[in-house]
């Protein structure tokens, strides 16, 4: 039995160069959203969750409006172009982000990215296509990279957003000197973290311009069909009277010899020219079930995501934590830390001991009793710390560490397992474009109702005084939780056949797999 493919390391390195400066664009801005909210003056410190949600939505909504199609586009014009083109867009707007000065000017530029970056199908649909050739193990193995990527960025990300927002107040020996500078990030104290970010997707794009190779067959530059490039790389294998049999029958001329001989030998066919599917035809139930658990997911995901800053750094009495920038974006790093030791070590184990959807299952179950349980990490400061003195964040860390690191296994599993499942439940290899496409679009769907209801449901419960106060603190926990009950009872309404193997292994060679030289000769 041959030796196992080596995957194709280069080129996944290159896609994952690409990938990584996305998630610090887009998880910046978590340590210091609120705050920026809070200086544009436009309401109350209890009504300030619903435009912190408005302004998280707007890259989803956008998202939505452009998800499909961007997805299609790659399917037609190869997926090097756009990619290139969404690293362009979320570089520009990333900048126009740090320069809000008001919050139509912040939804814009937030709604901005989401339109010109359709990049996270694309990706996934080019891990898919230079995994063709590999065992599910391989391409499940490959796969992880891209949230492994996301992991990384989520570390960086929001250690930029909260050490380098407002760096006039944060480091005056360095910008409260005075002159333009420190008059600019006075103006403007936001920038400097999106700044930064802004030159690390630039290098990204440099990277891709560069050294990212298409991976779409029928957009790579070729001089050849690939029937004809596959036919002379096996007709080498083949003994020299087999090789002028084949030769003679594939460009359609024969000899008496050869003509005899071909009712009883093998003769290689081209494969099947049908068209591509449509994107009707592309959603097949597999498709269509995958991408609601995946959607009812990313809804529970971002609300969490929405929810953990909002709580963070809302005041004891409104039924947060009271952290500071740098306290959050500490915490939000420390999550990063735990996807990369969930991807490079957990992961592959869990997989193997349980299976991708049962792996998947599993971890939607154990995030319904975690939700329920997290609100509860703010009663902590009331435990004596190891000096014998209460009030202090000694214990709400310890209990901070504790639902984060099992939050962070949760939906690093999940997304890592959706984003599989979805990719084996496409149908064919030409239209997953079509397919990542739309289940990106289910989940902007959800990540844009997902933040609005987030910051509606916080301040909403806040404000009703008429029910009572340890009951309101911990409405938008409990609404999380409801969300877990119905994502994992979708997951149940997967039928394991559907995902266990990859489609695309299954789909016929242009030739059939050499015979073995004995074989072979006694044939000849």
């Known amino acids: 039995m041959g030796k196992e493919k080596p995957l194709p390391y280069r080129q996944l390195f290159i896609i994952c160069a690409c990938r990584f400066a996305e998630p610090i664009c887009f998880t910046v801005i978590f340590p210091f959203i609120l705050f920026m909210i809070r200086d544009f003056n436009l309401t109350d410190e209890k009504?300030?969750?619903?435009?912190?949600?408005?302004?998280?939505?707007?890259?989803?909504?956008?998202?939505?409006?452009?998800?499909?199609h961007w997805g299609m586009l790659s399917d037609r014009i190869g997926r090097r172009?756009?990619?290139?083109?969404?690293?362009?867009?979320?570089?520009?707007s990333i900048l126009l982000f740090g320069l809000s000065k008001n919050f139509a000017w912040a939804l814009f530029s937030r709604s901005l990215c989401g339109l010109l970056n359709g990049n996270v199908s694309v990706l996934k649909s080019m891990v898919s296509e230079i995994t063709i050739e590999h065992s599910p193990e391989q391409r499940a193995r490959a796969f992880s990279f891209l949230p492994l990527m996301f992991g990384i960025g989520s570390i960086l990300g929001p250690m930029l957003g909260g050490l380098l927002s407002n760096p006039v107040e944060t480091y005056p020996s360095i910008f409260g000197r005075g002159?333009?500078?420190?008059?600019?990030?006075?103006?403007?104290?936001?920038?400097l973290p999106c700044f930064v970010s802004a030159v690390i997707c630039a290098l990204g794009l440099i990277f891709g311009i560069f050294f990212l190779e298409e991976?779409?067959?029928?957009?790579?530059?070729?001089?050849?069909?690939?029937?004809t490039k596959v036919f002379h790389e096996l007709e080498e294998e083949r003994p020299l009277i087999q090789h002028n049999e084949d030769y003679n029958t594939f460009n359609g001329t024969t000899t008496d010899d050869s003509d005899r001989r071909s009712t009883t030998s093998p003769t290689p066919t081209l494969p099947d020219q049908s068209p591509a599917p449509s994107f009707r035809e592309s959603l097949t139930p597999a498709v269509l079930a995958i991408c609601l658990a995946y959607a009812l997911f990313s809804f529970q995901a971002i609300f969490y995501d929405e929810l953990f800053p909002i709580w963070t750094a809302s005041k004891r009495e409104n039924g947060g934590l009271g952290f500071q920038s740098d306290e959050i974006g500490i915490a939000l790093?420390?999550?990063?830390?735990?996807t990369l030791f969930v991807q490079?070590?957990?992961?592959?184990?869990?997989?193997?001991?349980?299976?991708?959807?049962?792996?998947f299952q599993i971890v939607l179950f154990g995030c319904i009793f975690l939700y329920l349980g997290q609100g509860f990490t703010r009663y902590m400061y009331n435990i004596p710390d190891p000096s014998g003195h209460t009030q202090t964040k000694f214990w709400v860390w310890v209990g901070l560490i504790l639902t984060s690191t099992l939050k962070t296994m949760f939906h690093t599993t999940a997304f890592t397992s959706c984003t599989i499942l979805t990719n084996d439940a496409a149908p064919r290899l030409d239209c997953l474009g079509a397919v990542n496409g739309f289940a990106q679009c289910c989940a902007s769907g959800m990540r844009a109702f997902g933040p609005a209801t987030c910051g509606a449901i916080w301040s909403a419960s806040l404000g009703a005084e008429w029910i009572p106060y340890p009951i309101r603190i911990h409405i938008s926990w409990i609404t999380l939780s409801i969300v877990g009950v119905v994502t994992f009872y979708s997951s149940t309404k997967l039928n394991p056949v559907d995902y266990d193997t990859s489609k695309f292994l299954r789909e016929e060679q242009v030739f059939p797999p050499p015979e073995d030289e004995e074989d072979m000769n006694r044939r000849a």
């Not at 009504?47 to 499909?68: E, M, P, W």
């Not at 790093?333 to 735990?338: D, I, L, T």
């Open 215 to 227: 991976t779409l067959e029928s957009a790579k530059p070729t001089t050849q069909d690939p029937p």
């Open 333 to 338: 790093a420390y999550c990063g830390c735990v």
């Open 179 to 191: 002159g333009p500078l420190t008059d600019f990030f006075t103006e403007f104290p936001y920038f």
């Open 344 to 359: 490079l070590l957990l992961l592959p184990a869990w997989t193997r001991w349980f299976g991708q959807l049962r792996l």
């Open 81 to 92: 172009p756009v990619i290139l083109f969404g690293l362009f867009g979320t570089l520009s």
């Open 47 to 68: 009504h300030l969750g619903y435009y912190v949600g408005f302004i998280t939505s707007a890259f989803a909504v956008a998202q939505l409006l452009t998800g499909i």
